[in-house]
């Protein structure tokens, strides 16, 4: 019986040739039967893929021969299912691109990377450091949810700063207008799923004189597997790809509120009408509701 998997993985990393990285990936996920997505730059490469597990494990030892690559925290967790064809069920294709950026700040010429990672980003802390970090500043210490707003609706820690973020983008402009100067003389920890988009969003702090800035090492994904549901994480951890959210246990806190009639839940689901890119957090019974009804939710968005 196939066993579907899917994994996590980014790496930054000084490339000299993205465009042979995105060559070599296509053709090793095509031969292995992969699908995903996969986004490389200059800087180096993030993404995410699903398959069956042998062909898994094949992809991560032929990633991990690359020098540059040796060394990714690779995340796995369960898929949904194999297809007749041996494909993954979760996701519609494999994508591999070469883009500016890795992660969609839109401030590529902000990031330095050499080959130990980002220069000048927060001070990494794995989950049983933050634990340390709570019990000797308790509530002095900010939580600063680092994805789009959406994600936040149906998890996130206990009593974080969430964002109005529609797309990653929106961080930028919101840390220039000021909006969070008053966090700059506070313990900031900043998390996101895997950690990526916090290993770019903590060096922007930082260059913007937040004085104590940390990172979620390995994300929301490694707190989960440490802790579960018995720790600072409530609710569902919203993900790319056709799962739509994961739970760390089976006493999951459900947190999202629907659009339509305000009910618990944890789905979230893209706007009925074709030409509407949005997306909202929304129980099965008021899923069909057309978009003209959900105008104060949140929009859709693909980061990783």
Same mark, same amino acid.
């Given at each position: 019986?196939?066993?579907p998997?899917?994994?996590l993985?980014?790496?930054?990393?000084?490339l000299?040739?993205?465009d042979?990285?995105r060559?070599?990936q *296509? +053709?090793?996920g095509?031969?292995?039967?992969?699908?995903?997505? #996969?986004i490389?730059?200059? +800087?180096g490469?993030?993404g995410?893929?699903?398959?069956?597990l042998?062909a898994?494990? @094949?992809?991560?030892r032929?990633?991990r021969?690359?020098?540059? /690559? =040796? &060394?990714a925290? #690779? =995340?796995?967790?369960?898929?949904?299912g194999?297809?007749a064809?041996?494909f993954?069920?979760?996701?519609p @294709?494999?994508?591999v691109k070469v883009?500016?950026e890795?992660?969609?700040?839109?401030?590529?010429g902000e990031?330095?990377?050499d080959e130990?990672g980002?220069v000048g980003?927060?001070?990494?802390?794995?989950?049983?450091?933050l634990h340390?970090?709570m &019990?000797?500043r308790g509530d002095?210490?900010?939580?600063f949810d680092?994805?789009n707003?959406?994600?936040?609706? #149906?998890g996130? /820690?206990?009593?974080?700063i969430?964002?109005d973020?529609?797309?990653? !983008?929106d /961080?930028?402009?919101?840390l220039?207008?000021?909006?969070?100067d008053d966090l700059k003389g =506070?313990?900031?920890?900043?998390y996101?799923?895997?950690?990526? *988009?916090?290993?770019?969003?903590s060096?922007?702090?930082v260059? !913007?004189? /937040?004085?104590?800035?940390y990172?979620?090492?390995?994300?929301?994904? !490694?707190?989960g597997?440490a802790?579960?549901? &018995?720790?600072l994480?409530?609710?569902?951890?919203?993900v790319? &790809?056709k799962?739509g959210?994961v +739970?760390?246990? +089976?006493?999951?806190?459900? #947190?999202?509120?629907c659009v339509?009639?305000?009910?618990s839940?944890? !789905?979230t689901?893209?706007c009925?009408?074709?030409s509407?890119?949005r997306?909202?957090?929304?129980?099965?019974?008021?899923g069909?509701?057309?978009?003209?009804?959900h105008?104060?939710?949140?929009?859709?968005s693909?980061?990783?």
């Open positions: 019986m196939p066993t998997k899917i994994v993985f980014y790496a930054f990393a000084p000299a040739d993205p042979a990285i060559l070599w *296509r +053709d090793l095509e031969a292995l039967r992969l699908r995903g997505r #996969i490389i730059s200059k +800087d490469i993030n995410t893929l699903g398959g069956d042998p898994l494990k @094949k992809w991560v032929r990633f021969d690359h020098a540059a /690559f =040796k &060394d925290d #690779i =995340k796995w967790s369960e898929g949904t194999i297809d064809d041996g993954s069920v979760d996701f @294709k494999l994508s883009r500016d890795i992660v969609s700040f839109g401030a590529p990031l330095r990377v130990h980002v980003g927060g001070e990494r802390l794995t989950p049983a450091q340390e970090l &019990d000797e002095e210490v900010i939580f680092g994805r707003a959406l994600e936040a609706e #149906i996130r /820690f206990r009593n974080a969430v964002p973020t529609e797309t990653t !983008r /961080f930028v402009r919101l220039d207008s000021g909006a969070y =506070k313990p900031v920890v900043t996101c799923t895997g950690g990526i *988009r916090c290993e770019v969003l060096s922007l702090m260059s !913007r004189g /937040f004085g104590e800035v990172q979620l090492e390995g994300g929301i994904v !490694r707190y597997e802790y579960g549901d &018995d720790g994480w409530e609710g569902s951890l919203y790319f &790809d799962r959210s +739970d760390f246990s +089976d006493h999951a806190a459900v #947190i999202g509120e339509g009639c305000g009910a839940t944890s !789905r689901a893209n009925p009408d074709a509407c890119r997306q909202f957090v929304v129980c099965a019974d008021c069909a509701v057309p978009c003209t009804e105008a104060a939710a949140a929009p859709f693909a980061s990783a």
